[in-house]
């Protein structure tokens, strides 16, 4: 359950593979949840009243399919950034290992594996390396999600390609990272999720030859849910400032994360970044 030291030490694409059937998953079963995210996050207070009000008016006024609208960036571009984000996080580990952040496996002798703190900064190397690729891909997406017409012909970008078009006409190719302070403040939060992923993983090796036993696959699926709990619990509001940041039209003036942050907290720092997520 942990990541041992490697003595061939060789960079391996096995992260990279997964990240990519990761990335189609989280397109599959959870965009229609992230565009009613993004809507309460980004729309002006009043505009729903919550997440089920917002949900129904949405299908409402703009069938169910609007859900989806934005889906087809983080379909092509998940897998790749997915890739980024798990690829490097193996790398990152190999790195470490390699200058000694490790520490004895318990009960095998001459056995080392990276220390949690390791694994803390493998997940926050992954996420910011990750944001590079990620900040063009959510750029459009929260673009096309803002967009309530029904009729295509009504909306301002009728697809990513002409999103993209006009971004890069109107701010030059660098419009596409407009909100990149904000998604490296937010994809830094990895670092929670793989570690709190492997001291969970290791809780649970602790409870072997215990009634409490569990299989390795179980113990895969309760210490990623929880680890993903704790990366959204620590993420959401940079989560929230990153989109407002995204979400601003493209004559305005291009948004700063100070200004988005002071705008955003004001006037319970802490508690309004939580707000009407």
């Given at each position: 359950?942990?990541?041992?030291?490697?003595?061939?030490?060789?960079?391996?694409?096995?992260g990279?593979?997964?990240?990519?059937?990761?990335?189609?998953?989280?397109?599959?079963v959870?965009?229609?949840?992230?565009?009613?995210?993004?809507?309460l996050?980004?729309?002006?207070?009043?505009?729903?009243?919550?997440t089920?009000?917002?949900?129904v008016?949405?299908?409402?006024?703009?069938?169910v399919?609007?859900?989806?609208k934005?889906?087809?960036p983080?379909?092509?571009?998940?897998?790749?950034?997915?890739?980024?984000?798990?690829?490097?996080?193996h790398?990152?580990?190999?790195?470490?290992?390699?200058?000694?952040w490790?520490?004895?496996?318990?009960?095998?002798?001459g056995?080392?594996?990276?220390?949690?703190?390791?694994?803390?900064l493998?997940?926050?190397?992954a996420?910011?390396?990750?944001?590079?690729?990620?900040?063009?891909?959510?750029?459009l997406?929260?673009k096309?999600?803002?967009?309530?017409?029904?009729?295509?012909?009504d909306?301002?970008?009728k697809?990513?390609?002409?999103?993209?078009?006009?971004?890069?006409?109107?701010?030059?190719?660098?419009?596409?990272?407009?909100?990149?302070?904000?998604?490296?403040?937010f994809?830094?939060?990895?670092?929670?999720m793989?570690?709190?992923?492997?001291?969970?993983?290791?809780?649970?090796?602790?409870?072997?030859?215990?009634?409490?036993?569990?299989?390795?696959?179980?113990a895969?699926?309760?210490s990623?849910?929880l680890?993903?709990?704790a990366?959204?619990?620590?993420?959401?509001?940079?989560?929230?400032?990153?989109?407002r940041?995204?979400?601003?039209?493209?004559?305005?003036?291009k948004?700063?994360?100070?200004?988005?942050?002071?705008e955003?907290?004001?006037?319970?720092?802490?508690?309004?970044m939580?707000?009407?997520?």
């Amino acid at each position: 359950m942990t990541e041992e030291v490697n003595p061939s030490g060789h960079l391996r694409i096995v992260g990279a593979i997964a990240g990519v059937g990761s990335g189609l998953t989280k397109v599959a079963v959870g965009h229609g949840f992230d565009t009613i995210k993004t809507r309460l996050q980004c729309t002006p207070p009043g505009t729903y009243r919550g997440t089920v009000d917002c949900l129904v008016k949405i299908v409402r006024n703009e069938s169910v399919f609007a859900l989806y609208k934005g889906a087809t960036p983080p379909a092509v571009g998940w897998g790749i950034i997915d890739s980024v984000l798990l690829g490097s996080l193996h790398n990152y580990r190999l790195f470490l290992i390699r200058h000694h952040w490790t520490e004895p496996v318990p009960g095998s002798e001459g056995k080392e594996r990276l220390t949690l703190a390791g694994h803390g900064l493998a997940g926050l190397g992954a996420g910011l390396t990750s944001a590079l690729v990620a900040t063009p891909m959510e750029n459009l997406k929260i673009k096309l999600q803002m967009q309530s017409q029904r009729s295509v012909a009504d909306r301002q970008f009728k697809g990513p390609i002409d999103c993209a078009r006009q971004v890069i006409r109107s701010q030059g190719i660098l419009g596409l990272w407009t909100g990149f302070a904000g998604s490296l403040a937010f994809r830094a939060n990895f670092l929670w999720m793989f570690g709190s992923f492997e001291a969970l993983m290791r809780t649970c090796s602790k409870l072997e030859g215990t009634s409490f036993e569990m299989s390795t696959g179980t113990a895969n699926f309760i210490s990623g849910g929880l680890g993903s709990f704790a990366f959204w619990f620590m993420a959401i509001p940079a989560d929230n400032i990153k989109n407002r940041m995204m979400a601003v039209p493209l004559n305005a003036p291009k948004p700063r994360f100070r200004d988005t942050l002071l705008e955003r907290s004001h006037p319970m720092p802490v508690p309004s970044m939580y707000m009407r997520v």
